[in-house]
């Protein structure tokens, strides 16, 4: 027997239906790339996404199309998700860290046909719009007054394009698995793999995310999404704020530490959520200059490992609540967030950060095993480390044209290519991506539990660890360091710092000094340039 209750589809344009009717003149606040904040609210946005999509269709956009995004996080950008996904096209986020050509050869890729793009990422655009021969226009977010010379042909300016149509459209209505965004993962190796995501799998996913243990947005937060909308989906912050009622502080293009603690304390923000890089600035702009966080509740941190002493900062000093949060492009990308379970409610002091520096357990709607290479589940003890396998309605079955499904196992599991272990009570722990856990004498050491430990020097600014070639172990650890402006710190200091906090064996060999570490396109430590850098490097044990 079926069940007899309603069809409902599970369409992104019901969010933000959801928020205009019920959470109406909650404010969506943007630090604009004109200059001036700007204040709008869901009600509006609805309204201009209505626009936005009638405009589009009467480009000739239709169902499947692709559409590209290349911008900061703006009420315009928000605009630009509900207008494509509401006549049925596919918001396609591009992430302008990227070199010009991997630009290009995604969007090449995708087909892209229309791009909304914020007038300082022209000069990108410029560069390669002769290389994308399906875009056929280019919509500057901006108006007309403050658009920029350019050399581009089809180039308008978004707010008069937008006023060539009103709001009377209807949401196009489609089967709730039609693809509704898509994201390149910034792969260290091979092409870009594409991402598609559906609009089911991102009403589940926020659905996913609203739950008491992950982010629990109500209409009482303030919620800056410092993350950009084209890392990751976005977090899923477009949609979960909406569905929540929370309102939505965009940051635009500053995101320096002075900039996200203005905003972060005129706008009251009590949520926020970015990658360590961004809160290591803020933190450092508190440090030089001082400042509280009256209003701020709790920071979603993940992306990459958040040091412990981050942590303790946030905690200790500013009674912020950090979320330690693992996931990826490929799940939507919420994968495990760490929340007290009453086994660890009571726990303080060391104890509590043990707990609060692992990136927690899934939600309903993640499930998730540690396996051997033989695909053996791994026991859940907190110390037997395996390849973590994800499952999930919000996780990715397929990539883009099928480039790179190796990774998508025959009964289900996706490999993340992560390698965690699991506490009893379901904590997961991130020991490091496959590929940069270093093997010595078939021993794995784990390179982020050495940079958590280093980056608790009060003198460390930054630090990455990697394997470095090693004729009787294969390879041994090198810990590179930029140290805090102004300071200085010594390789003896440090490994005295570290020393007895772990095993011996995995005290680093040599510490080298740089002025900075290199990053990836979404923050994360670049550890493929690094291994070239250092790839002559003779250690001193060697
Ligand atoms: P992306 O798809 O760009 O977000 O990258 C996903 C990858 O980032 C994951 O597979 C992890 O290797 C890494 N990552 C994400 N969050 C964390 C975290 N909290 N701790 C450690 N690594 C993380």
């Not at 009717?21 to 904040?37: D, N, T």
């Not at 405009?55 to 207008?83: F, M, P, S």
């Not at 949401?171 to 898509?182: I, N, Q, S, V």
């Not at 599991?413 to 590929?435: C, E, L, S």
Request: negative net charge; contains cysteine; hydrophobic residues 40%.
């Amino acid at each position: 027997m079926q069940g007899l209750m309603q069809h409902w589809p599970l369409l992104c344009s019901k969010v933000i239906d959801h928020a205009a009717i019920h959470h109406g003149k909650r404010e969506v606040v943007s630090r604009s790339l004109e200059g001036p904040i700007h204040r709008t609210n869901y009600a509006e946005i609805r309204r201009r996404s209505l626009k936005l999509a009638k405009r589009l269709e009467q480009e000739g956009v239709v169902l499947g199309d692709r559409i590209a995004t290349l911008a900061w996080n703006t009420w315009r950008h928000l605009e630009c998700w509900y207008g494509i996904v509401g006549v049925g096209a596919i918001y396609h986020t591009v992430n302008p860290r990227l070199f010009p050509e991997q630009i290009a050869w995604i969007m090449n890729d995708a087909e892209d046909r229309l791009i909304f793009v914020d007038m300082t990422f022209l000069p990108i655009l410029e560069a390669i719009a002769p290389k994308v021969p399906s875009l056929k226009k280019i919509v500057v977010l901006t108006d007309a007054a403050h658009l920029p010379e350019t050399t581009l042909a089809n180039v308008v300016p978004y707010e008069e394009w937008l006023a060539e149509a009103d709001e009377d459209f209807a949401w196009k209505e489609f089967d709730e698995t039609t693809a509704a965004g898509m994201c390149y993962t910034s792969g260290t190796t091979g092409n870009p793999k594409g991402v598609v995501y559906s609009h089911r799998s991102n009403i589940l996913h926020s659905m996913i995310a609203q739950q008491g243990d992950a982010m629990a947005l109500s209409s009482r937060d303030r919620v800056m999404p410092v993350v950009p909308l084209f890392h990751a989906n976005g977090w899923g912050l477009a949609f979960t704020c909406p569905m929540g009622g929370a309102a939505m502080i965009m940051p635009g293009a500053k995101m320096d530490g002075a900039s996200i603690y203005e905003l972060l304390v005129a706008e009251r923000v009590t949520m926020s959520a970015a990658v360590p890089t961004i809160w290591l600035m803020l933190l450092q702009h508190l440090e030089k200059a001082g400042g509280e966080l009256p209003d701020f509740e709790r920071v979603v941190i993940g992306g990459s490992a958040c040091p412990r002493a981050m942590i303790r900062t946030f905690q200790d000093d500013y009674d912020v609540r950090v979320i330690h949060a693992w996931g990826m492009t490929e799940m939507s990308p919420l994968g495990t967030l760490c929340s007290l379970k009453p086994e660890y409610a009571s726990l303080d002091g060391e104890a509590l950060l043990d707990v609060a520096q692992t990136q927690g357990h899934p939600p309903f709607g993640i499930e998730m095993k540690v396996t051997d290479d033989e695909n053996r589940a791994q026991p859940w003890d907190g110390r037997t480390f395996g390849r973590l396998k994800v499952k999930g309605p919000a996780v990715a079955g397929s990539y883009y044209k099928g480039i790179g499904n190796e990774v998508f196992e025959d009964d289900g599991w996706f490999d993340t290519g992560d390698v965690a272990h699991v506490d009893p009570n379901g904590y997961m722990q991130i020991t490091d991506r496959a590929k940069d856990v270093i093997k010595s004498g078939g021993e794995w050491i784990s390179t982020i539990d050495l940079e958590n430990l280093a980056v608790g020097h009060p003198d460390v600014a930054e630090a990455a660890v990697i394997g470095v070639a090693h004729p009787k172990w294969d390879e041994r650890p090198l810990l590179v360091v930029v140290q805090k402006e102004g300071r200085t710190v010594t390789k003896e200091d440090l490994l005295a710092f570290m020393e007895g906090k772990i095993a011996r064996w995995w005290m680093p060999d040599d510490v080298a000094f740089v002025d900075q570490i290199p990053h990836t396109a979404t923050g994360k430590i670049q550890k493929t340039t690094l291994r070239t850098q250092f790839a002559d490097y003779r250690l001193p044990t060697a």
